[in-house]
């Protein structure tokens, strides 16, 4: 049990609530996106029904591979994050009410999938880090593993707590191997966010934070980010994604434009991006731009007409503030 876990809660609550989910997870100079496996193609232009065959297909071929016991669980959670909104940019935006959205619904048999593609996931690892405790694959493998199910805990079980321990088994776990392949960018990611997270937090929650493990240093989080950005091959999406995200809330916008930019230029079937580089363009002051995007996210009819007129009654708002601030 975390010391102070009911006051650290609500302080986290406060801190972070306009970030995503996926900050629990346990999302520099940035390099190209590079090559997606197939099954990462689909998952990221949102074709979720493929994507979920592939990855299928994958626990097929590949059953002693955790890792693709992970990506199978991903692509479930994620149909289901879609299909509830729960990754539009407007559930994380100013003033959101995202810790106080409804549970995400998820039916019983893919709740029960979820949980199968997890536990073969952790069982494998466990089985490989008894043999060997400096297997760099399966520590990555279970971080990841332990990060799916803090945010299953957050938006479909709406379990602090649960998402908080699986967060932390997450972060130890990338944490170990940061110490074995201090090389492997991706490792940074897990262990950054929840930096950032900490050092968010107000100071007497932060003092409870350090008593659970949490140190908390802004400036550190962001600097290991953007390792998993620059250097990052397993989680280049995740890394921009969240980075995109913190640097948002960092009132950064251009920065985090730049990296919506290179996703949506990279799936261009994900309306999810072209609409969050739509709204941080027109945060940063750069409406020409904002617009131009706009309209050719109005010509590719990825959107329906009513979340478009949205969409846009949003960016003008965010170019109204943009102008203010000047």
Known sequence: MIPGNGRLLSGISRSVGALPALLLL????????PPMPEGF???NSLDYERALRIFEQET??????????????QALLHRALFQAGALDSAAFGPGSPF????????????????????????SLCEARLRANPLDGACLYASGVAHAHQAQMALLVKKSWREALREGGKSRHAHEALIKV?????????????HEYIAGSLPWYVKALAFLAGYRGDRAEGIRHMERAVSGGRKTAVEARVLLGVVLRREKQYARAAQLMSELAAAFPANHLYRSEEIL???????????RQRLAELESSRLLPPEKFEALSRIM?????????RR
Not at 26 to 33: D, E, F, H, S
Not at 181 to 193: H, T, Y
Not at 316 to 324: F, I, T
């Open 99 to 122: 810790l106080n959205r409804p549970r995400v619904p998820m039916s019983g048999a893919d709740q029960a999938r979820f949980d199968e593609a997890i536990r073969r996931s952790l």
């Open 41 to 43: 193609q689909a998952l």
């Open 181 to 193: 392949s201090p090389d492997f960018a991706d490792a940074f990611l897990i262990p950054g966010l």
């Open 316 to 324: 003008e708002e965010a170019a109204a503030r943009s102008r203010r």
């Open 26 to 33: 346990p999302l520099a100079a940035v390099a190209a996106i």
């Open 60 to 73: 097929q071929q590949r059953p002693d591979d955790p890792e693709a016991w992970n990506h199978l669980a």
């Open 280 to 290: 941080l363009l027109a945060e940063a002051g750069q409406e020409q731009s904002a």
